[in-house]
């Protein structure tokens, strides 16, 4: 199968080839002809599967083959993505697989000047990319009119949903037209998942690919166990055994973040944090220093670095297991991108110990542990059993904690 074979434009193609993607990949090979047909979707693959472009490539087709251009302050496609970072993400792929087509499109989140954002839009956008908070503000500035609205998208709607988005949600279904294309993608299918999509997807086409199948085969898990005083000098230990690689560290708060930064750079690492408290700007800068391999350790909570895409990541180390045991799915996500190989090593302390458990159920299997020379724990880390029950399903709820951290 190849991206022809999927009947996509001229132009597209020529777009994927510039990206040196081979072949489409198989939630691509799935997802592509079904938007093209003009059916609502409802998508499910693992991280790092290549959702952006299965659901951009169609809608780029479907904008510059038919229906009108947009008018002064109007869209017609909204992508809402859960945090900027993402949306700044998607975004880039929506220009860079646009590049040969003659469409507009812009991106809108919080923590930067909404003035500009409402000046770009009077101009009318094929497609905005935004953060659910922002395109409300947007709307009530009246910046943004949905009259000619098509197609809605709402990536990643698991997190989405974890962060407590869904009354905004629910405000924006409102106020867009009821005839559209509607398009969810996910990582995980959750029930809750499910229950949003019942009011949002009409008549769907249900993909979903290897969902049962949680964490991805090529990624290594190790479980350190390690005194919670120590873990700051095994980090150090480990990159001293792996100087040339790139690293992305998770801690479980923004303090933490900034003081591990704070003692690796005085152990002579360059590192930096990016986090809710960093300003718009800062996070943009040090992602890219990141990717462009200017510092090699970079630092995160778990919602600054959802769904980040940064390629060929060979190591994810979570200095601290998360609050939420689905977040370790998306963690590791973070490296094995696009089939390669990767690594996941998470210290923990004793204290970390039904966390540890939580998260073996979830991805239903023991993660294999390594006791390092030097780290050796008093008291051995609790042995885990496999526990093979399910987690019973949630209603969605608003998560307080991470409210403020939203757009
Ligand atoms: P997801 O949203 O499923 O986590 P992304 O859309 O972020 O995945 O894509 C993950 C990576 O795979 C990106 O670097 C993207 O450029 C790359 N990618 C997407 N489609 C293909 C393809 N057909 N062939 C090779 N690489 C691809
Ligand atoms: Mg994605």
Redesign the pocket.
């Known amino acids: 199968m190849t991206f022809s074979d999927l009947k996509l434009s001229e132009p597209l193609i020529k777009a994927v080839k510039a ?1 040196k ?5 198989p ?2 090979i799935e997802t592509i002809p079904a938007i093209l047909s003009g059916r609502d979707v409802l998508a499910a ?9 299965a659901y951009t490539l169609p809608i780029l087709d479907l904008l510059s083959s038919k229906g009108n251009r947009a008018i002064s302050n109007h869209v017609r496609t909204l992508i809402l993505a859960p945090t900027r970072e993402l949306a700044a993400q998607i975004y880039d ?1 929506v220009v860079n697989y646009g590049r040969f087509l003659d469409l507009k499109s812009t991106v809108a989140y919080g923590g930067m000047k909404i003035n500009p954002q409402m000046i770009r839009m009077t101009k009318g956008m094929d497609i905005l990319v935004a953060t659910p908070g922002r395109l409300l503000d947007l709307y009530r500035q009246n910046a943004v009119k949905f009259e000619q609205l098509e197609i809605l998208v709402l990536d990643e709607a698991d997190r989405m949903l974890n962060l407590g988005f869904s009354e905004e949600i629910s405000e924006i279904l409102k106020l867009i037209p009821s005839k559209r294309q509607t398009l969810m993608f996910t ?1 995980t299918f959750s029930d809750e998942v499910k229950s949003l999509a019942s009011g949002l997807v009409k008549n769907p086409i249900e993909i979903s690919i290897n969902p049962q199948e949680i964490t991805v085969d090529s990624i290594s898990q190790w479980v350190y166990p390690v005194d919670k005083m120590k873990k700051t000098a095994l980090f150090i230990q480990l990159l001293k055994r792996k100087p040339n690689d790139r690293v992305l560290v998770f801690t479980k708060t923004k303090n933490r973040a900034d003081h591990l930064v704070q003692k690796l750079e005085k152990a002579g690492f360059s590192a930096v944090a990016i986090h809710g408290d960093k300003s718009q700007g800062n996070r943009t800068r040090s992602l890219e220093e990141f990717k462009s391999g200017i510092v090699s350790i970079l630092v995160a909570t778990d919602l600054a670095a959802r ?1 980040l ?1 940064i ?1 060929g990541l060979p190591l994810v180390v979570n200095f601290d297991l998360p609050h939420l045991k689905e977040d370790y799915i998306h963690r590791i ?1 973070r490296t094995g ?2 089939g390669a190989v990767g690594q996941a090593i998470s210290f923990v302390s004793d204290d970390e110990f039904l966390k540890l458990k939580d998260i073996e159920r979830l991805t239903k299997q023991v993660i294999d542990r390594i006791v390092i020379p030097g780290f050796e724990l008093e008291t051995p880390l609790r042995e885990s059993k496999l526990d093979v029950r399910p987690f019973k399903p949630k209603k969605p709820k608003k998560n307080k904690k991470e409210n403020n951290l939203k757009d």
């Open positions: 990206r993607y081979d072949d489409p990949s939630i691509q693959s693992q991280t790092g599967t290549g959702k952006t472009a792929s990582a769904g895409d390629d996500g991108r696009a």
